[in-house]
Each structure stands twice: as C-alpha cells, then as structure tokens.
C-alpha cells in the first residue's frame, strides 16, 4: 500500500505545484492586464475581444473527460489523471471588429485585436482631431490547461469522474482559481453481449470554473460548462501493453459570467457564451496496468488537442 | 518502480514544462479617464463667461493612479471626446442658449465645442456628445504631450455664452448648473508574463 500512496502523493503535490506555477505566471501581468484591457470595454466590444480566449478556455475544459469505452460492469478501479489541453489559435482569433465608445464621433468601426492579437494598440480618427485608441492583447499563439482529475470505477458498469484545483493568493488583489467537475459515463457495450465489436459509453461531465476577483472582491469570471459524449473505443494487445484507439461524438455548452468595473468604476456584467456546440474527437491510447497514456485531437469550432497520463490500477 | 519513475517524471516534468512556457509579452494598455469642469449659472444677461481651472497634469496622475500605474509607463494620451449636461435646473420656464466652450493654454485660446439653441431643461440629467473643434482639441492634445515630456500643464475651460432666448433679467434670472466632461485616453505600456505553452 505504501508505494502507490506515495505515487499519489508525489502526483498531488505535481498538480498542486502546476497550479501554484499558473498562479505566479498570474501574478506576473496577465491577469490585471486582462482586467485593464477589459475595463476599456462594454458590451458587444467586450464580447469579441474576450471571445476567442473564452471558446478556447471552453475547448479545453470540456476535453480529456475519457480514453476508453471500456468500462468494467463490476470491479474497483481508482486513477489519479493529469490530462494537459491545448487549443493553438488561428489568424481569424487574433483580431475582431470593434466599434469605439465614450461618446467618440463619428461612431467607426475597425479591425483590432482580441485578447490574444497582437500587442499594438490601434488609433482611429475622429471629429476635430480627437482619436480613439483600442487596446492591444497578449499576443498568445496557444492557451493550455491542466487539470487534476480522479477516476474511480466501476458499479453497473458506471464510473464517475472529479476535477477539483483551488488557489487563492490572498496577497494579489486579482488571481484566485476554484475549479470543480463532476462527470460520470455508463458502459452501453455490457448491453450488446460477451464480445462486443467495440467498446461503447455514453457519459456527462460539469464543471465550475471561478477565476480571478473584481474590484468589488467578487467573482471575474465564472464559467459552466457541460459536454454530453458518446464514445467509442477497441483494445487490442501490444506486448505487455494494449492499445486502444478511439473515437467519440460530444455536445457541448459553456458559459461565462464576467463581472468588472469599467474605467469609470461603473460595473459591468457580461455573459459569453463558447462558439463550440458539437465536436468529433478522435485518439489513441497505451494502457499498461499501472497507467494510461492518451493522446486525442477534437474537431469543432475551436479544435482541441489534448494528451496526459493517468496512474492508477486502469490496467483492466 | 514503474510508477514510481512515473510519478517522479509528473512530479517534475509537468511543472518544468510549464515554467518553461513564460514569455514576456509587451502590451499597450488603453484606459479611458473623463475629467469634468462644473459651472454654476445665476445671470441676469444674455452673454456671459465662466472660467473653470483644469489642472490636467494632475488628472493624468489620477486616472493612472487609480489603475496602477504611473507617468513612466506612459506612452500616449489624446482628447476623446467631449460632452455636456446640465445637472440642477428647476425653474418655471426654460432657456435656449448658444455658445462655446473655450479651452486657454500658454496664452492661446480656442472653441473645443460649441452649443447651439441647447434648451436648458432638455439638457437635465444628460450627457450630451458635442463634435470637437480641431483648435480646441489641438490645444489640449500640446498639453498632453506637455505633460509627457515633463511639464505640468493647466487648462482653463470657459464657457462664452453668446445667446439666451428668453433674454435673463433682475426679475427674471436664469438660474441652472451644468458640467463640461472631457474623456482623454491615456495609452501605457506594460509587460505580462502569460503562459504561452504551446
């Protein structure tokens, strides 16, 4: 018992480590930058410089839920899971049309960046010399995220599924993470007789997502996100391992609340909602008794990929 | 051991992967401050002034100041746009009233808005965008740029009212307040460490 305690441990203290590491790269800028850039913003405008971090922030969250269809009927199984999702974005999520505001005349619209273009400001002319400038973003070409997540299986051919991380810098007037997840897939192959062709589950995943605090010490940003999957898998034996490719159909929804103060210390409430609705993954996986390591991609508005390892007694 | 091996390469690998995905990136900021002039009406003439001292150096400091940051950070600032209302006004007849709003610096003055027949109670409780005049802007933006370059500018706002329909008398003084709101944009530079992982 001993050593698969400490494997736990050490993963907990690895997870809870990337975590912190999230918090200090916070901590470095980003995070009031956003907020800043942010408060410039009302409305429509908001929307579409925040719009590609917020599908690829839904994108990711809602990856990784399974590698496998197969699931037991009836055994104990416990994985300790570290999956690490990345979107890379595109040229069409780097900039966006913006209108000005503030009462600037005439009313123009231009192409600007979104959070994750290019760092240059961009100035329009206005009325009798006046000009009005529209931020710039953090010039990202990928948003990854890592989340801890625990397997545990399986009753009836059930397994269930937590992601939980939580952070609170109490010294920053911004970074505070407060993520759950609970999902759980039920085996439909268990159905279809001794030797089913393919593996085949269907399963749910919800999460809450907290991030950041205002200038009113309440929430930034708090995002939902449900994803409703039917997927397939097949194991076939390689050497002392089994590999397993993959495939699965998804529905997803997310939503996101953001609740800041403009620069006139008015406050806004905003809801955005990801662009992702439906998604195709596809993958593969290596299963070796102690462990799993997988490797998907995801089609769908935003495109996903995602890989991690899960220690555990998934060897099944 | 095999996990064990594993654990360790979670352990240090994941959080090595990450500290290694930190890019400094350099961004413009853009942060929309308004400071504002009150004016305070009681006259008894159709035409009238009423200077009001800006001191526009020190509004800078404070929209910076109050979303943490500081003159050295600051890279541009320009005139956005002006507007105006009135805010207390409770008399039994309404006024029209036409004029500019002057802006005075190192001894030159010009029109950075005008108003034209505005009625009084319809400006109640409003904030009304006025079109900029290029010599009035082009002033406050050689202040801004002023204060860029070290100074301390100070502006004088003045409204010259040209007409008031009715004409205001001793008997019948025209009595309201109302406030000039200029937006300026400040632009700073800053740096973000933001993960960039992939």
């Known amino acids: ?162 992601r939980w991380a939580a952070y609170d810098d109490k010294g920053s007037d911004f970074w505070k993470l407060d993520l759950f997840g609970i999902g759980a897939r039920h085996s439909i192959s268990q159905y279809m007789g001794e030797q089913p062709l393919l593996d085949l589950a269907v399963g749910a995943l919800w999460q809450s997502f907290k991030v950041g605090k205002n200038d009113r010490g309440g929430d930034f940003s708090k995002t939902d996100a449900l994803l409703l999957q039917v997927q397939a898998s097949k194991r076939a034996p390689l050497g002392f391992m089994t590999f397993e490719p993959y495939a699965g159909l998804s529905w997803e929804k997310l939503s996101t609340d953001l609740d800041y103060d403009d620069t006139n210390g008015d406050p806004v409430h905003l809801k955005i909602d990801g662009q992702n609705d439906m998604r195709f993954t596809f993958g593969a996986g290596l299963n070796f008794v102690a462990g799993q390591l997988w490797a998907d991609y995801s089609l769908a508005n935003t495109d996903t990929f995602s890989f991690g390892l899960a220690l555990g007694n998934v060897g099944r | 051991m095999m996990k064990r091996t594993l654990a360790i390469l979670a352990v240090c690998m994941v959080p090595l992967a990450l500290s290694g995905c930190y890019e400094d990136k350099v961004l413009d900021i853009v942060i929309t401050g308004e400071t504002s002039a009150e004016f305070s009406q009681n006259e008894t003439s159709e035409q009238w002034t009423n200077p009001v001292i800006i001191n526009i150096a020190q509004e800078i400091r404070d929209i910076l100041s109050r979303n943490g940051y500081d003159e050295g950070d600051l890279t541009g600032a320009h005139v956005t746009s002006a507007s105006y ?62 204060f860029l370059d070290g100074s301390d500018p100070v502006l004088t706002l003045t409204i010259n009212n040209g007409s008031t329909t009715p004409a205001p008398s001793v008997g019948d003084p025209m009595i309201f307040d109302w406030r000039a709101w200029l937006a300026i944009q400040v632009i700073v530079s800053t740096t973000a460490s933001v993960i960039d992982p992939f």
């Open chain 1, 1 to 162: 018992m001993l050593a698969p305690f400490r494997t736990f441990r050490a993963l907990m203290v690895g997870c809870a480590l990337s975590v912190c590491l999230a918090g200090a790269a916070g901590a470095g800028g980003a995070d009031s930058a956003v907020k800043d850039q942010v408060s410039l913003y009302t409305g429509s405008n908001a929307v579409g410089y925040l719009q590609p971090l917020v599908n690829a922030f839904g994108a990711t969250l809602n990856s990784s839920f399974s590698y496998s269809a197969y699931i037991p009927t009836s055994s104990f199984h416990v994985s300790l899971e570290v999956p690490v999702m990345g979107v890379i974005f595109g040229d069409k999520d780097r900039t966006f049309n913006a209108t000005t505001e503030s009462g600037f005349q005439p009313s123009t619209s231009a192409t600007v960046p979104t959070v994750v273009g290019d760092g240059n400001s961009v100035t329009v002319p206005g009325n009798g010399g006046a000009a009005y400038s529209f931020p710039g973003g953090l010039d990202l070409h990928s948003f990854g995220l890592l989340v801890p997540q625990l397997r545990i299986s399986s009753i009836a051919g059930t397994e269930a599924l937590v």
């Open chain 2, 85 to 146: 209302g009135v805010t207390s006004f409770s008399q039994a007849h309404d006024w029209e009233i036409s004029g500019a709003i002057t802006v005075t610096y190192n001894g030159n003055t010009q029109a950075i808005l005008n108003y034209t027949s505005q009625s009084v109670s319809a400006a109640l409780g409003k904030k009304t965008s006025a079109s900029l005049e290029s010599g009035g802007v082009d002033l406050i933006n050689a202040a801004l740029q002023d």
